[in-house]
């Protein structure tokens, strides 16, 4: 069972259209990560959000924590080819060290 | 600080030999984990050192598989008697580990394990 589910599992756009990808669970989480891997590389962390209802911009990629930290959003704008890669997140819960990952969303940006 | 690195980058081996991986992580970060991942999945986690301590090893890891982090910097990933269903990238990953802390980890490049 995962734990964190992460829709869609693979996405295909547009170059300049704008996308949603979504990471949910039903357990709370005291943070929650959002990574972007490229083929044939690691993991490469974009974003930690720990409050409820945060958001976080990062250029045209903006993240949100859900109310409850139960799950979290990634809205990239005006899409790229370069925001072509795996998406993943990873929560953290209170009192563990280990991050639950999710499966991903694969994203291909095309031009 | 040059990251997190990961050596070699790739091996390919025959069914039944052994194979060590070495992950030198950031070096001011205590925690150290080792990873597999296959094709279009995320991360599994398969070990978890916090300094030079073994904290934590996956059930889904078979006595084949050992790893060390001897003096609680580098750490080697050690696969005896390859099977073809070890093929996977293994990562690698620290973090500064900490009262408050999120945990976050930086990756290595991996290391792309293929097996004939």
């Known amino acids: 069972t995962q734990l964190l589910e992460q829709s869609p599992q693979f996405l295909s756009i547009q170059e300049g259209e704008n996308l949603t990808v979504y990471c949910n669970s039903s357990?709370?989480?005291?943070?929650l990560q959002w990574y972007r891997q490229e083929p044939g590389e690691g993991p490469v962390l974009l974003v930690t959000?720990?409050?409820g209802g945060e958001v976080k911009k990062l250029k045209r990629l903006t993240f949100q924590f859900g109310d409850a930290r139960k799950d979290s959003s990634l809205h990239i704008t005006a899409a790229q080819p370069g925001d072509t890669g795996l998406y993943l997140c990873a929560g953290l819960r209170a009192g563990n060290y280990q991050l639950i990952w999710g499966a991903g969303t694969k994203l291909i940006i095309k031009p | 600080d040059t990251g997190v690195s990961q050596d070699p980058r790739h091996k390919i081996t025959k069914r039944g030999q052994n194979v060590t991986f070495r992950c030198d992580p950031i070096s001011e970060h205590n925690r150290l984990y080792w990873y597999r991942q296959t094709l279009g999945q995320g991360p599994e986690f398969l070990t978890y050192?916090?300094?030079?301590?073994?904290?934590?090893k996956s059930r889904l890891l078979s006595d084949r598989f050992s790893a060390e982090r001897p003096k609680g910097s580098f750490s080697t990933l050690e696969i005896q008697r390859t099977e073809q269903g070890d093929s996977a990238m293994y990562l690698c990953?620290?973090?500064?580990?900490?009262?408050?802390?999120?945990?976050?980890?930086?990756f290595g490049p991996g290391t792309r394990l293929t097996v004939l």
């Open positions: 959000v720990v409050t």
């Open positions: 050192f916090q300094n030079e301590a073994q904290l934590e």
């Open positions: 990953a620290s973090s500064l580990g900490g009262l408050g802390g999120y945990n976050e980890q930086f």
């Open positions: 357990s709370v989480f005291s943070s």
